[in-house]
């Protein structure tokens, strides 16, 4: 029998404590590992890798408040929430966004909505529909 390892994405950060927090608030995963250079979180069938971004490279640029958003990018992560209203309000607190909610929509038995994290990186948000 093969063990496949677990599917993931990582994200490079520029504040690797203030994005870490972010998503550990969230998302409401388990921290499996975490240290100066980077932190793992477990998700169901997935983990998101929260990795620092080397300091010659993260001296390079700012991040602006509110984030310039990373939009042109050709991957936008899926993320599971207990509820995208609790995530928006918790994101709001750390630096990040979730779009209103009159720009939820619902596919596929999800209720959808798209926001960003402290860095602009643009991230969607989907909450399972118990019918």
Not at 34 to 51: C, G, M, R, S
Not at 73 to 91: E, G, W
Request: aromatic fraction near 10%; hydrophobic fraction near 40%.
């Amino acid at each position: 029998m093969s063990h496949l390892p677990t599917p993931g994405a990582i994200i490079y950060a520029k504040n690797l404590s203030k994005l870490s927090g972010f998503y550990e608030q969230v998302l409401r995963p388990t921290a499996t590992h975490a240290n100066d250079d980077y932190t793992i979180f477990e998700l169901p069938h997935f983990q998101l890798v929260i990795h620092a971004i080397p300091p010659q490279i993260a001296n390079t640029f700012e991040i602006l408040v509110p984030p310039q958003l990373r939009s042109d990018t050709a991957i936008k992560l899926m993320l599971p929430v207990a509820s995208i209203s609790k995530a928006r309000d918790v994101a709001a607190k750390l630096g990040g966004r979730i779009d209103a909610e009159n720009y939820e929509w619902e596919f596929q038995h999800y209720r959808i909505c798209d926001g960003y994290d402290p860095e602009g990186n643009v991230i969607q948000l989907r909450e399972y529909l118990s019918r």
